[in-house]
């Protein structure tokens, strides 16, 4: 989702007008620079925030990290959750958490890719956090895909991961013109839907 909607969702227990401000500045920088190039003292800084000041707002780099992915993820999926819940048959449904996902990957400001493409720079505890949330964003694909009327013999698990790696990718390879995000989502499921070849 985007650096608002992470630090809004982030900082959903704590009201506190400056801490969304210093959780909207990591984001920034998390998504600009990652999570090596980016510390504690860069963050206070572009804060305004003196070192020991910013403990008060952030237990550490690490819990802040999983903070703002896991406020991403919240917002991704609640946002695709209201898009599929609007659809009843199971492709449209499919197509339109696909369209949901593609606006949320390929929004400016989004902070889905850079905090995703991070995982191996983080130490192992935090990336079993991440992971364990991104699993748990994963099982909304799941029970669509589990839902499509495909034949027997397709693995839903090898094609849930293949349409999400696609999405996943967009930010490489869209260029705003010859499609929509919707179209680019229809053809998605269009090429995915094994009854039409």
């Not at 406020?71 to 199971?90: F, N, S």
């Not at 027997?152 to 999400?164: N, P, V």
Request: with cysteine.
């Amino acid at each position: 989702m985007t650096i608002g909607d992470a630090a809004s969702a982030g900082g959903r227990d704590e009201g506190s007008g400056r801490r969304r401000q210093i959780l909207e500045i990591a984001a920034q920088l998390f998504a600009r620079k990652g999570y090596r190039g980016t510390s504690m003292r860069d963050i206070g800084e572009q804060a305004g925030v003196l070192g020991g000041s910013l403990y008060h707002h952030i237990k550490s780099k690490d819990a802040l990290f999983v903070e703002l992915h896991n406020g991403a993820l919240d917002a991704a999926e609640a946002r695709i959750a209201a898009a599929v819940a609007t659809q009843a048959d199971p492709w449209a449904r499919l197509e339109a958490a696909c369209a949901s996902l593609l606006d949320i990957q390929l929004a400016a400001d989004s902070l889905t890719m850079p905090m995703m493409n991070d995982f191996r720079a983080v130490p192992d505890p935090v990336r079993d956090q991440l992971v364990a949330r991104r699993d748990r964003f994963e099982q909304l694909f799941r029970d669509l895909v589990a839902a499509l009327p495909l034949p027997a013999d397709i693995d839903r698990s090898l094609y849930r991961t293949l349409l999400l790696s696609q999405l996943n990718s967009a930010a490489d390879w869209y260029r705003d013109g010859r499609l929509t995000r919707a179209q680019i989502a229809a053809q998605i499921v269009a090429i995915f839907r094994h009854d039409r070849l």
